[in-house]
């Protein structure tokens, strides 16, 4: 909390936080959570493109792969065809992703849609907190060989995505 200033009573006013002022989780905030529960065995990296960047990671049988897609502003983003190719596996693996992107988990869109109220009611903040939920989607797997596993997806600019390999 900053001195200087009072409390905002706009949902989103562009100032620092990982919630808004109703405790409705910003994109940050799953940033942050995705990477709170990642695991502990870092694991090795191959390639990248210009603006996007991976860091995977292992726990057990289960392997977070924390993907995201930033640059400086005005960067010139475009959307990435992402692989993620999975080398010396046991057995056919399972994939989940998470997105917080401009569609997903973003409940300032959703806010925006509303017509970017100044005070929300009971049925409004209910309605961003539903849309600032990230939701698993299965992420179909394919076999790429004997000893490869690969999943592909898109991630548009200023995104970020936690893909779960088990």
Known sequence: MFEEAPLPSQPFHGGFGLLTLHGIEKPSYH???????????????????????????GRGAVTHALVW??????????????????????????????RVDARHACAKAAWQEMGEPHYLNRQQVE??????????????????????????????PWAIVRVTLS
């Not at 942050?32 to 065995?41: N, Q």
């Not at 930033?70 to 994939?95: K, W």
């Not at 309605?127 to 999943?151: F, H, N, Y």
């Open 31 to 57: 940033a942050f959570r995705f990477l709170h529960e990642l695991g502990d065995e870092r694991l090795p990296v191959e390639g990248a493109g210009r603006t996007v960047e991976a860091l995977v990671v």
């Open 69 to 98: 897609n930033y640059d400086v502003p005005r960067s010139g983003m475009e959307r990435a065809r992402v692989r993620l190719i999975v080398q010396r596996t046991d057995g056919p693996l399972t994939a989940t992703i998470e």
């Open 127 to 156: 309605r961003l907190r539903q849309a600032a939920a990230v939701v698993p989607e299965e992420l179909p797997v394919r076999a790429d060989g004997q000893d490869e596993q690969s999943v592909e997806f898109d991630l548009p």
